[in-house]
């Protein structure tokens, strides 16, 4: 089996970077920062998500996208 590794599969690991910076974002109070860059993380998961078939991912991503969209709405609008 031969593996072809594409632009979707080094977006996951900038991926996986941007939902650690959220992580210390919104652990230390940064609400609003750290909902941005859990968007940014979500977008760009979904493509690799979507090459190899990842539908569960999609789903807890697609929960996580709406909380962060929330966060965003009620810090914004407070």
């Not at 859990?38 to 990842?54: D, F, V, Y």
């Not at 789903?59 to 009620?74: K, N, Q």
Request: aromatic share 10%; hydrophobic share 50%.
């Amino acid at each position: 089996m031969n593996y072809q590794v594409d632009w979707r599969d080094h977006a996951r690991h900038f991926a996986n970077a941007s939902f650690v910076v959220s992580y210390i974002c919104l652990t230390n109070g940064m609400m609003l920062v750290g909902s941005c860059f859990t968007l940014l993380g979500e977008s760009l998961l979904a493509p690799s998500a979507l090459k190899h078939r990842s539908w569960s991912t999609l789903l807890v991503g697609g929960i996580f996208l709406t909380l962060a969209l929330t966060t965003i709405a009620r810090v914004l609008l407070s």
